[in-house]
């Protein structure tokens, strides 16, 4: 069982490279209980590819999930809006 819910939606735009990117992460339950990060990334307003992650526990997951969030924030990827992907 996950303690407390974690969802992030982050973009990253620059005109000038004609570049509109987004990355999305959740930690989630799949059906069978197990800990899953899910990423999706792509371009905004495109469906993106995705990839999940198996954790024995939360805490590995938000290890991850942490990690991978500094790592895109230093490429320049800031909090952006989910209705650019159209939800």
Known sequence: MIAQPYQLYIERKDASQNMARFYRLSIEPDLFGEIC???QW???GAKGQSKVHHF???AAAVELFLGLLRKKRGRGYRPGSLTSLGE
Request: charge should be neutral; aromatic fraction near 0%; glycine fraction near 12%.
């Open 37 to 39: 990060l899910i990423r």
């Open 42 to 44: 792509g371009r905004i």
């Open 56 to 58: 024995e526990s939360e």
